[in-house]
Each structure stands twice: as structure tokens, then as C-alpha cells.
């Protein structure tokens, strides 16, 4: 019910910025939460940040102070704005969409999620 589709990954150097965005289409996810996850090659995804329908948001500690999350429900988008790049963070990365709406706590782990996009590549080269 819910296709998702995430743009503005590329290639940038160390120090770096990348504004990721992933747009929704189907139905309006405005009343559920979204989150960001991350896999690079030979490892599990990870979780990045989540945002809930209320604007509360949670972010993993290995990007804490470097990424921000954010949505605009009215456009059916979240962003995942990402400063200070570091060559770990090279990885594919992915949004995703409960589809519980209403949600009373930030969901952080995968099995949490129903839609997934197909993932865009950010690269950050040393």
C-alpha cells in the first residue's frame, strides 16, 4: 500500500554533506513513523534515525551530532540531512515506513518496519 523511494545519495568527500530524501506514495504515512537504515557490504543493516507522526525522533550514537532527521507530512517526506561524512558511513541506504499509525514509541529495529524503499548509495571517499 505504501511504495517508498529514496533519492540523493552520490559520491562526496571526507567532511562532506549529502541531504537524503525519501518520498512516499500510496497513502499518506503522515500518522506513521519512518526510519533511515543503513548496510554496507558484509554487514547487517543499521539502524540511522527514526522519526514518529508527532516529530519525535531518535538517532543511533554513531552518527549522533552529524545526522538529522526529519519529515514534512504534507509532502509524504522524510529527510535524512548528513554532515561531516565519514568514509564508514559508505553504505546503501534505506527509509522505511511502519505501518502501525499512531506509534507511542520511536521504532529502531527492522522487524518494526513494513515498507522499505530500494536504497540509494552514498559513497564518502578518504
Known amino acids: 500500500q505504501v511504495q517508498l523511494v529514496e533519492s540523493g545519495g552520490g559520491l562526496v568527500q571526507t567532511g562532506g554533506s549529502l541531504r537524503l530524501s525519501c518520498a512516499a506514495s500510496?497513502?499518506?504515512?503522515?500518522?506513521?513513523?519512518m526510519g533511515w537504515f543503513r548496510q554496507a557490504p558484509g554487514r547487517e543493516r543499521e539502524f540511522v534515525g527514526a522519526?514518529?507522526?508527532?516529530?519525535?525522533?531518535a538517532i543511533a550514537d554513531s552518527v549522533k551530532g552529524r545526522f538529522t532527521i526529519s519529515r514534512d507530512n504534507v509532502k509524504n517526506t522524510m529527510y535524512l540531512q548528513m554532515n561531516s561524512l565519514k568514509p564508514e558511513d559508505t553504505a546503501v541506504y534505506y527509509c522505511?515506513?511502519?505501518?502501525?499509525?499512531?506509534?507511542?514509541?520511536?521504532?529502531?529495529?527492522?522487524?518494526?518496519?513494513?515498507?522499505w524503499g530500494q536504497g540509494t548509495q552514498v559513497t564518502v571517499s578518504s
Open positions: 522505511a515506513a511502519d505501518r502501525e499509525m499512531w506509534a507511542a514509541v520511536v521504532p529502531t529495529v527492522t522487524h518494526q518496519y513494513d515498507y
Open positions: 500510496g497513502r499518506t504515512v503522515s500518522s506513521s513513523a
Open positions: 522519526v514518529t507522526w508527532n516529530g519525535r525522533s
